[in-house]
């Protein structure tokens, strides 16, 4: 049983910046396409951004589009989330997710296609 785990997470000013990570307990991440999605207190879980297993696919909500930058290190085992110019409106809790699939240009998974999930990590963008 793969164990995600994101760090990263935190109280920021709008504008500000965060980077989130999303680590594999038993460093296979690099085999796997990984999601970022993000819920707010009384909202649907969001997709926010995905790559491919090679990184050379990626996908962005039209929310977060020019803002954030999704990347990965398969030597580090390691995703990332760039998150830029954040927005009171981007305060969610953001989760990482994979799964064993292609993840193929143009067209983004939904949250069933992701077999594991971490716990999540709290971003709050506040003055």
């Known amino acids: 049983q793969v164990q995600l785990v994101e760090s990263g997470g935190g109280l920021v000013q709008p504008g500000g910046s965060l980077r989130l990570s999303c680590t594999a307990s038993?460093?296979?991440?690099?085999?796997?396409?990984v999601g970022w999605f993000r819920q707010a207190p009384g909202k649907e879980r969001e997709a926010v951004s995905s790559i491919s297993s090679s990184g050379d696919v990626t996908h962005y909500a039209d929310s977060v589009k020019g803002r954030f930058t999704v990347s990965r290190d398969n030597a580090k085992g390691t995703a990332y989330l760039q998150m830029n110019s954040l927005k009171p409106e981007d305060t969610a809790k953001y989760y990482c997710a994979a799964g064993f699939f292609r993840l193929r240009a143009g067209q983004p998974r939904g949250p069933d296609s992701y077999t594991y999930w971490g716990q999540g990590t709290q971003v709050t963008v506040s003055s």
């Open positions: 038993d460093g296979s991440l690099d085999y796997h396409a």
